[in-house]
């Protein structure tokens, strides 16, 4: 059974730094582009980053460029989300996904629609 585990959420204080995980298990991480994205209360699930499994391409929203980082670690089935400077708009419910085998992370940023396979979340809020 496909599964996903989102872990490293928390409460921060405006320019603080989180280091979200994504483990998977039931399957092999490093056949899917993986995707993180993200849902605030009363707002629409938001793609916030993306990276392929091929090569590596990485694609991120306007509003973290600069200050989030996707990467993955294949030996440890692991996608990860460093969040750095984070702001008031950053709060919400973190999660990651995996779509179909053959996807690759659109340019505009990966579309919910697409991925199949959805962990359960975790809480981020950023408050002083």
């Known amino acids: 059974q496909v599964q996903l585990v989102e872990s490293g959420g928390g409460l921060v204080q405006p320019g603080g730094s989180l280091r979200l995980s994504c483990a998977a298990s039931?399957?092999?991480?490093?056949?899917?582009?993986i995707a993180w994205f993200r849902q605030a209360p009363g707002k629409e699930r938001e793609g916030v980053s993306c990276?392929?499994?091929?090569?590596?391409?990485?694609v991120y929203a306007d509003s973290v460029k600069g200050r989030f980082t996707i990467s993955r670690d294949n030996d440890k089935n692991s996608v990860y989300l460093q969040m750095n400077n984070l702001k008031p708009e950053d709060p919400a419910v973190y999660y990651c996904a995996a779509p179909d085998p053959m996807y690759y992370c659109s340019e505009y940023g990966p579309d919910a629609r697409d991925f199949d396979s959805w962990g359960q979340g975790t809480q981020v809020t950023v408050s002083s």
């Open positions: 039931g399957f092999s991480l490093k056949r899917y582009t």
């Open positions: 990276i392929t499994q091929s090569d590596g391409y990485t």
